[in-house]
């Protein structure tokens, strides 16, 4: 006997490409999928009926990628950049990032909660079940363990997994200026210690390029990491060709993220080292990069893409990652199987969880119900929300 069962839809498992079912069944039992298939073939009865209505069911979707807990916003910095300075402009000034950080470390941890919650409202609402969030608008350790203790506080108001980076290498703070070197070393050497040892952090992400990080002090950071036995991800080759990619795949890393200017050697490797690459056409858009990844690169190399919001205050004020869907096929011409595995099976993957992004049997059974005519729709509308409900462990939210 299941708990429950959802049928009167259409299924997109994920599990080999898009794995369509017509006319599907979905079967939970103690919050896991017990069994995925054609209606007609379903083995038992449920305790409860969900009549899915003809809609098209996929796993739950996961955003890999999220700045999503920060106090202010930059839409002064977003009017500058309308008269011709650019992002990087700006970071050098000292604006950008840090002026982030100047408003996050002024706010209580109840007010980070407060101000992300609309932000993950609109992603839930997206059929999001899933959220990976980064630190790094703190830099000082107890600013950015405020930023993971909010950010792991998300799922006891709402419906949610969340998964935590941090980040404390994302920019050098205003009383560490001039000296990158010792802010590095310090967060490697008694930050990280500091998050690791209060549990907050799930991996390790760095900003590694040409206004970040250098690959040295990145790579000191990352071996910090596998002392603490915590996995490394990284912002890697977004404005610059940094060897991010490479550096990446050396420490085995989930995931390398952004990646417009990595080389073709650099993806080759991610490939052997099994790392993901994680696309924020988002990003490029906002801040009008004119070079995209090369995903012809990563095809031929067999390099796993995800696609995510990268929802920062920056660089891509988004809240919705059916609109990166879109971007990501218009943008960086993705097909509607890249593009939907991004947010699905592939960026389970880029956080290390082998236990959802696909509808098989033994995965935990987070849902998302779209009411449209076909998988492409999903990609195809530019604003809008075809959402018709979510279910998280089994339970309809
Ligand atoms: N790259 C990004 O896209 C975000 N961080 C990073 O290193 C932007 C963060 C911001 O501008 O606030
Ligand atoms: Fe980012």
Not at 99 to 107: G, I, L, M
Not at 134 to 163: C, D, I, N, Q
Request: aromatic letters at 6%; hydrophobic letters at 45%; charged letters at 20%.
């Amino acid at each position: 006997m299941f708990d429950r069962v959802w049928l009167n839809a259409n299924l997109c498992t994920m599990a080999d490409g898009l794995g369509v079912v017509r006319d599907g069944a979905v079967a939970a039992r103690d919050g896991r999928i017990a069994w995925v298939g054609p209606r007609a073939e379903l083995p038992g009865p449920a305790a409860e009926t969900v009549d899915g209505g003809g809609a098209w069911i996929l796993p739950g979707l996961v955003d890999c990628h999220t700045h999503l807990v920060f106090a202010g916003n930059r839409a002064g910095e977003f009017e500058r950049r309308l008269s011709g300075v650019t992002y990087e402009e700006i970071a050098r000034e000292g604006g950008g990032i840090l002026s982030t950080v100047r408003e996050t470390r002024a706010a209580t941890e109840e007010a980070l909660v407060e101000s992300a919650l609309p932000r993950l409202d609109a992603l839930l609402a997206e059929g999001v079940t899933t959220i990976e969030v980064k630190s790094g608008y703190g830099l000082e350790t107890e600013a950015e363990a405020r930023m993971l203790r909010a950010a792991r506080r998300l799922p006891g108001h709402r419906a949610v997994s969340v998964v935590t980076s941090f980040l404390g290498a994302h920019a050098v703070p205003p009383e560490y200026r001039g000296r990158q070197g010792d802010y590095a070393r310090m967060v490697a050497e008694e930050m990280l210690p500091a998050i690791a040892a209060e549990g907050l952090a799930d991996a390790v992400d760095a900003f590694c390029d040409r206004i970040g990080f250098t690959e040295a002090e990145t790579e000191a950071v990352f071996d910090a990491a596998r002392r603490l036995h915590l996995p490394v991800k990284l912002h890697a080759d977004q404005l610059s060709d940094t060897g991010g990619a490479a550096l990446t795949a050396r420490f085995g890393g989930l995931s390398a993220d952004h990646l417009e200017h990595a080389s073709p050697e650099g993806l080759a490797a991610m490939a052997a080292a099994g790392s993901v690459a994680v696309l924020l056409p988002g990003a490029t858009y906002f801040i009008r990069e004119p070079r995209h990844p090369d995903v012809a690169a990563m095809r031929a190399a067999g390099v796993r893409m995800a696609v995510a919001t990268d929802m920062n205050p920056g660089s891509c004020p988004t809240r919705s990652i059916l609109l990166m869907l879109n971007m990501a096929c218009t943008l960086y011409r993705l097909t509607v199987e890249e593009a939907l595995l991004g947010v699905t099976r592939h960026a389970a993957a880029a956080l290390g969880l082998s236990d959802r992004g696909a509808l098989l049997p033994g995965l935990r059974c987070d849902l998302a119900l779209y009411r449209v005519s076909a998988p492409a729709e999903l990609c195809y509308w530019m604003g809008g929300n075809p959402c018709a409900g979510r279910v998280v462990e089994g339970m309809p939210t």
